[in-house]
């Protein structure tokens, strides 16, 4: 068996697994992968494949749920605070700028930030949220 059709296999039972978890347990495998008959090393190698693929695409599906610096520029704009998930602090659109409110009740202009590297980390992050009041 070639890279390519075991690539191909491990596709087409990775597919069938989203749609159906159990398929591979119950039935080892679609018709569609059922045609290939396979030693049990490469099965179970397979079986570990199938598994981190699920956890990748379930990792995806996490990171669409989160909030881009994008996303939350427009709530600023639309008059809410954002925030990361450990900050006790926010920032906030007032005065045609960006205001940093910190967490010792400091609030700074993101033009007159101390550490420019620590800000554009921030802004690169993408587990933005909108602050709850």
């Known amino acids: 068996m070639t ?10 039972e990775y597919d069938c697994r989203l749609e159906d978890d159990d398929c591979f347990d119950r039935y080892g495998g679609c018709d569609g992968c059922k045609n290939f008959a396979l030693d ?7 079986r570990i494949a199938i598994d981190t693929l699920k956890e990748v695409k379930d990792m995806d599906t996490k990171r669409t749920t989160e909030m881009s610096f994008r996303e939350a520029w427009f709530q600023m704009l639309n008059g809410k605070k954002i925030k990361r998930p450990l900050w006790s602090g926010y920032w906030a659109w007032e005065d045609g700028t960006i205001k ?13 930030t101390d550490n420019v590297s620590y800000t ?6 993408r587990d933005w949220m909108v602050m709850e009041e």
């Open 3 to 12: 890279k390519a059709e075991a690539g191909e296999i491990l596709q087409k």
């Open 40 to 46: 049990d090393e490469l099965n179970e190698t397979m």
């Open 100 to 112: 940093m409110h910190c967490r010792d009740g400091q609030v700074i202009d993101i033009r007159q």
């Open 120 to 125: 554009f980390d921030n802004v690169a992050s």
